[in-house]
Nanobody, 120 residues
Framework: QLQASGGGLVQAGGSLRLSCAVS??????ISWFRQLPGQEREFLAGTGTGRSTKYADSVKGRFTISRDGPKSAVSLQMNSLKAEDTAVYYCAAGRPVYRAYEQTTLYYYWGQGTQVTVSS
């Protein structure tokens, strides 16, 4: 029910925009996570149904999450990308309270993941 897209290869300092088609899940909290091989998924940014947003310190000021109501999509604009941003990026839908946006276990639906590779 979630479709993530927009990943690719970009040079360090560049930008990418990821999109997550949320279909019938537009009234859920939608968040973006990323994962490296052998590591746990890392919370990046989340947006609630009231347009509240929350960011991880590692991406604050560089990434922006937003809802595109008419398209039932949630975007993640990523600027000033670094080599360490290389990972598989996932969008997820759930109903966590604001203080728990980071908890992967509170999300019911996950997109298939999209690879982001930042070359240095």
């Amino acid at each position: 029910q979630l479709q993530a897209s927009g990943g690719g290869l970009v040079q360090a300092g560049g930008s990418l925009r990821l999109s997550c088609a949320v279909s019938t899940l537009s009234n859920y909290v939608i968040s973006w996570f990323r994962q490296l091989p052998g590591q746990e998924r890392e919370f990046l940014a989340g947006t609630g149904t009231g347009r509240s947003t929350k960011y991880a310190d590692s991406v604050k000021g560089r990434f922006t999450i937003s809802r595109d109501g008419p398209k039932s999509a949630v975007s993640l604009q990523m600027n000033s990308l670094k080599a360490e941003d290389t990972a598989v990026y996932y969008c997820a839908a759930g109903r966590p309270v604001y203080r728990a946006y980071e908890q992967t276990t509170l999300y019911y639906y996950w997109g298939q993941g999209t690879q982001v590779t930042v070359s240095s």
